[in-house]
T-cell receptor, first 112, second 114 residues
Framework: KQEVTQIPAALSVPEGENLVLNCSFT??????LQWFRQDPGKGLTSLLL?????REQTSGRLNASLDKSSGRSTLYIAASQPGDSATYLC???????????FGGGTRLMVKP | GAGVSQSPSNKVTEKGKDVELRCDPI?????LYWYRQSLGQGLEFLIY????????KSGLPSDRFSAERTGGSVSTLTIQRTQQEDSAVYLC????????????FGPGTRLLVL
């Protein structure tokens, strides 16, 4: 059974800081790992998907890494902005159908 | 193009009533997923469709929950005899296939059972 954990549960930083969100998973035999953003009262927006053959993916100020051997992924946000305030979720697939197991999320607040 | 849409966006019902939640996936996406997000349990998988068939229903919490998909497109999640613990946000997602691709989520249906 796959278990996904995210640390910290909440994070508050001043605008402009670089920050790292952590995600760990118990079953290293994953095909990919996906990072999502969720704004209050909204659905999930996909940020980055890292295939198991990749070590990292970048999109703008976001960079996600994947280390299967250690069961860890990190999401790096450069030069944080107040608009980055949201809950960030990582998810690993289980089963042949790619159903996702989610971590509990990290609630990020970037203060102006 | 249009994303995943869900209706209704909010639903308030009385305990014991049946409810139907609808999901319209992105056109052409063969895989469709239902998830539930509640305060106590976080985000959890409910059921997965590939086309019109449901190879995995393992996440459905009880036999009061059922889902169907028709025409390889629209899906309906039905909750019979609703209970207060069914209160949650029900999220639908779709992807082009089951080939380890990005899942695209709808805005969710917020269900409150009084």
């Amino acid at each position: 059974k796959q278990e996904v954990t995210q640390i910290p549960a909440a994070l508050s930083v001043p605008e402009g800081e670089n920050l790292v969100l952590n995600c760990s998973f118990t079953d290293s035999a994953i095909y990919n790992l996906q990072w999502f953003r969720q704004d209050p009262g909204k659905g999930l927006t996909s940020l980055l998907l890292i295939q198991s053959s990749q070590r990292e993916q970048t999109s703008g100020r976001l960079n996600a890494s994947l280390d299967k051997s250690s069961g860890r992924s990190t999401l790096y946000i450069a030069a944080s902005q107040p608009g980055d305030s949201a809950t960030y979720l990582c998810a690993a697939p289980i089963g042949a159908g790619n159903m996702l197991t989610f971590g509990g999320g990290t609630r990020l607040m970037v203060k102006p | 193009g249009a994303g995943v849409s869900q209706s209704p966006s909010n639903k308030v019902t009385e305990k014991g009533k049946d409810v139907e939640l609808r999901c319209d996936p992105i056109s052409g996406h063969t895989a469709l997923y239902w998830y539930r997000q509640s305060l106590g349990q976080g985000l959890e998988f409910l059921i997965y469709f590939q086309g019109n068939s449901a190879p995995d229903k393992s996440g459905l919490p009880s036999d009061r929950f059922s889902a169907e998909r028709t025409g390889g497109s629209v899906s309906t999640l039905t909750i019979q005899r609703t209970q207060q613990e069914d209160s949650a946000v029900y999220l639908c997602a779709s992807s082009p296939s089951r080939g380890w691709e990005t899942q695209y989520f709808g805005p969710g249906t917020r269900l409150l059972v009084l």
